[in-house]
């Protein structure tokens, strides 16, 4: 089976990485780069397991060629913890709600959260906003309320610090 | 059982970070496809596309000339059949010598790579001689002759499992009773839908140990099964667990897989991994079984069961996994929460040419509830009763035996009733709701493990070994199968609660046969009673040693010292403290290493002296009310179910979210099956399944998905450790239930046949309609006349 160079940059770091042209970026990922925080739960696009963000956009990466991804920046999970210096606020929120039974799902759902409070760009999401961020990633254990209180939390969170950090610039001026 | 010089309830009831959460967060936690050997191969399963065939013949050389495949194997390697009922051992790890549904598994081939496994199974070549396949169970049964038998190992055609039991005279009291109601029900099948893939990976090391890997809820019955089937004396297997994503049942038993990998590494000498497709996920099934149910219940005038007649016909598909488990479970699981007169069910479960139905969350016991619910709402709209409180007219209480003689300890039926009643302002607002939005209610309870394992012997059902170091840690060791409803964290909860040490100075082994002690596994909702009482015994007994070891230095009663907060604290000078580290280490020069077990063994005196009275007794049980608001779009037939509030008795919550959580997700279970699920084989395309896919099997997304509003409610119960019981699979039952009966609140329309798709629903409307027209019915309620114009 031929294969081809790809060089892309995954959580940060530049990599090359040797994959027959029908890999999938989830079989490279996986498979190739040991990144296994990014899981295959049905391989054909369904369940939102696979999520990784390529250029800061959540995409299945078990429907994405890799050479998709030449030359574009992807974060898996494991990049997540690591752009906030350790534990992303979403990890740490999920983890006092108890929003993650299995965590089987968890992965994908954080990387869908974490786009969509990063659109929020300050602003608290509605209940709404977030179920429909998240709809394309099933959970199976929590019936998703958990889930949904983790990221209103983080969302709160987030826009109090906003308003706050918008305050001290209005008051410094 | 909690004893009464510790710190009472410093960690019970309280929110905890769960041990393992934050791994699997960060993508480090490695589930079963997440190992990699050196050397690793990976297998894949041809399987057969007919649904009932004779192999005449197996040709594996064009397979085995592929370059990069390396072994196969056939059923001629696996003939040993095996059954996770030690009665019913009517599987092979593939088809011997023909096969029995869609996917059944034939040859098993490992190889350099998936691909090359892939293309290799694509090579074998298969002569089958189809022969006549039954998809319809009362079909299936009623053949007797050996040619139309499914299972070779069936001795009675193809009846699986049939129960007949009675208590009391069932007919003098439906004739004697003021109302009957006669329904007939359906509930259609329904799958798992764990979201990881079973997976497993095989590894003989160079002593000969052979160690298995496996997404499995079950780790001791695979490693007695993998025995059986490979002929090893079981101490030369290892079975270990890793991370589990999800099973709720579907993961209880063996499956093909782990016995393929184990031979195909014995026979290359190298690892090897099989991980399913969704497909073969949605073929290997084990899920809830297709039921018909007929009901007659007798009622007196002021809404008391006098009696209840049940006949129903289970579709159990091409083998038994626990159907003789099922079968007893549809009629013995139905005799709590409310009281009968009189009982009778008489249930048969039948093979038939379909992937084998199983244990799924509620096992056996979410049918009948859908059917017994629904007949208790459509007495209480008959007798003009108010259907709360008819249910509580007929609550069976504490303390009590069931008709069919199970002992029931605690029971906060009642207030689950009175905690949903208030919380959805049933009374003000359900008069109100205008037609088109109705309120239902529905109960239910169900089992905390059961008394007897699944093979006889007198031993205890669960074990805990606990370390302490000198370092003021604990290393809890168990045989449970953490599948992320939490038990390792259940078991640190304890053990912080006795050894007062936080939940991250505790770390839990669990679910490797190697390092822990024997534990059944995670089914029937046990572990929380019986293992919890195991830890507990444990982490009591270590306790009292520290604690002696304390009031020994500080020279006072051993019940003045107390272990909270990562300390030994005097009760009565509290300023006086040690840390944990240097309580231990005073207890280890007095006591030598700090290692205690734990055991505990279920009560034998909770059920009836007759066959089969055994299946299903409890040491105790959990309770569940539901309540449904619905929304029923009279012009699409979609029901839009708005919110679900659900108490439910667990005895004593030892971590809040975590119950919560699977009270949550128990319902969130039931409102996908009430509504979207539908498991089933196309007769039309010679068995195939129907959709096997998460995009076809329609699970409930957030978007779906009602607001969920859970209550715990607590009736400590004597057999619990500090009283607590179940909450993994209770709070499912009665969430279908509930939806039915709020669809007929809001409409007038009985739905006795899941799921409540719009078809039915219009056609119920239709039905309706044509009634009304004819005099036969009134309309059902006032409401806007838009709401109701196209019905």
Known sequence: ?173 | MPSEDRERDWQLGKVHRKVDAMERMRGVARYTDDLKLPGMLHAKILRSPHAHARIRGIDLAPALALPGVFAAVTGQDFKIPYGIIPWTPDENALAVDKVCHVGDGVVAIAAIDEDTANAACKAVIVDYEPLRAFFDPEEALAVRDREGTINPYSRKGNVSKHVLLEFGEVDAELAASDLVIEGDYEFGGTTHGAIEPHCAVALVEPSGILTVWSATQVSHYLHRELAKVLELPPHRIRVIQPPLGGAFGGKSEPFDLEFCVAKLAMKTGRPVKLLYTREEVFYAHRGRHPMKMKYRTGFTRDGKIKAVDARTILDGGAYSSFGLVTTYYSGQLLCAPYAFGTYRFDSTRAYTNKPACGPKRGHGSVQPRFAMEIQLDKAAVALGIDPIDLRRRNDIGANTQTINEFRVGSNGFLECLARVEAASGWRERRAKLGYGRGLGVAGSTYISGTNYPIYPNDMPQAGVQICLDRSGRARVFSGANDIGQGSNTMLAVITSEELGLPIEDIRVLSADTDLCPVDLGAYSSRITLMVGNACLDAASKLRRKVCESVAKRWKVPRDRVVLAGRMAIDREDPDRHVDSAQAFQWAEADHGLLGEVGSYNTPKDRHGEYRGGTIGASPAYSFTAHLAEVEVDVETGIVDVKKIWIAHDCGKALSKRIVEGQIEGSTYMGFGEALMEEHGVDPEHRGAHAGPSLLDYRMPTFLDTPELAAMIVEAPDANGPYGAKEAGEGPLHSSIPAIANAIYDAVGIRLDRIPFSPPRVLAALAERRRRELAGELSPHKPGPDHARRSA
């Open chain 1, 1 to 173: 089976m031929s294969h081809l160079l790809l060089s892309m940059t995954v959580n940060g770091e530049a990599v090359q990485v040797a994959a027959p042209a029908h890999h999938t970026l989830l079989e490279v990922l996986r498979y190739k780069l040991d990144l296994i925080g990014t899981k295959q739960g049905c391989d054909k696009g369904d369940c939102g397991a696979c999520t990784v963000q390529i250029d800061g956009v959540p995409q299945l990466s078990c429907l994405t060629l890799a050479v998709h991804a030449v030359g574009r920046a992807v974060t898996t999970v494991e990049g997540l913890g690591q752009q906030a210096g350790g534990c992303h606020p979403l990890q740490d929120a999920f983890d006092r709600w108890n929003a993650a039974q299995c965590g089987f799902c968890t992965p994908g759902i954080l990387l869908s959260a974490e786009a969509l409070l990063r659109r929020c760009a300050g602003r608290e999401p509605t209940r709404l906003q977030v179920c429909e961020a998240l709809a394309g990633n099933l959970c199976r254990c929590t019936g998703y309320t958990k889930i949904i209180d983790a990221v209103l939390d983080v969302g709160r969170q987030m826009a109090v610090a906003a308003a706050a950090s918008a305050g001290e610039v209005a008051h410094a001026e």
